[in-house]
Nanobody, 123 residues
Framework: QVQLAESGGGLVQAGGSLRLSCAASGGTFSSYAMGWFRQAPGKEREFVAHINSNGAITYYADSVKGRFTISRDNAKHMMYLQMNSLKPEDTAVYYC????????????????WGQGAQITASS
């Protein structure tokens, strides 16, 4: 059974940068597409970014396109989310997920999740 664990969350001023990491253990990481979602207080979990199994194809939510970059290192069983030009509206708990089947922007397409990492961008 795959386990995922996020790290790298924190507090940053608006306009700053942070990098989230997602470490995978216990499975065949390189076989699966992966994604990042986020959930702000009082809101539903929303799609942020997706990467295919070999890292060649990425897809982003419009709200983060041009500011966030998703990447992965299959040899290290790691996935990353580089976040630049952070805005207060990016404040949320960020989750990495392993995609099983279904639309890549749908939370229901992912069957394994990490515990989440808090990102706070202050104005």
């Amino acid at each position: 059974q795959v386990q995922l664990a996020e790290s790298g969350g924190g507090l940053v001023q608006a306009g700053g940068s942070l990098r989230l990491s997602c470490a995978a253990s216990g499975g065949t990481f390189s076989s699966y597409a992966m994604g990042w979602f986020r959930q702000a207080p009082g809101k539903e979990r929303e799609f942020v970014a997706h990467i295919n199994s070999n890292g060649a194809i990425t897809y982003y939510a419009d709200s983060v396109k041009g500011r966030f970059t998703i990447s992965r290192d299959n040899a290290k069983h790691m996935m990353y989310l580089q976040m630049n030009s952070l805005k207060p509206e990016d404040t949320a708990v960020y989750y990495c997920g392993e995609r099983a089947a279904g639309p890549l922007t749908s939370e229901q397409a992912y069957d394994i999740w990490g515990q989440g990492a808090q990102i706070t961008a202050s104005s």
